[in-house]
């Protein structure tokens, strides 16, 4: 499967990396470029006119011996810390900004699924598998893509896990 050179060369570079591994992979999704930054689970969602917990979020978190850890979340959930510990065999936390960059090649709110600069650990939350397309980053806040969860989990080399807090003791945030 080739990349359309037109396409690629529309993209950023940093999409244009992720295309190319999406190509590779098989995949066939198009990365598209919107005009309006999607940080945010919300605003990716309302970019994309799909449910919010299509979403799949990219979350680095370091764990405590300074292994990067990443968690592909729905939209609609929170990651439950103490869970992703559990299965990592240590403590985790947030990673900075530095760390993230450093072990993805990419800044947070547009942290891909695959094209890492690192290997990391990959847990992804069951909940995605609810849905038949999630959307995911494709290497910048403004870059997104539409997978099927199955092709997500085998792209992202990831072990699918409960990840998220209960409902009931969701807040704002991660």
Known sequence: MDVDKDLLTELSTSAQRV??????????ATITEHDT????????????????????????????SGTPVLVI?????????????????EPIGKADAAFVREVTGY?????????HAQR??????RDLLAYDVVYAAGGTP????????????RVADGMVADTRVFASDQSPGA
């Open 19 to 28: 295309q190319r591994a999406l190509t590779a992979a098989g995949i066939a």
């Open 37 to 64: 930054s999607a940080r945010t689970s919300a605003e990716a969602a309302v970019i994309l006119g799909c449910h919010v917990g299509q979403i799949a979020k990219s979350l680095v978190f370091r764990a405590a």
């Open 73 to 89: 979340a729905s939209g609609a959930n929170r990651v439950d810390v103490t869970k992703i510990s559990a299965l990592v065999g």
């Open 107 to 115: 800044a947070i709110g547009g942290i891909p699924p695959l094209a």
């Open 120 to 125: 990391l650990s990959t847990f992804i939350d």
């Open 142 to 153: 403004h870059a997104l893509f539409p997978i099927p969860p199955a092709d997500l989990v």
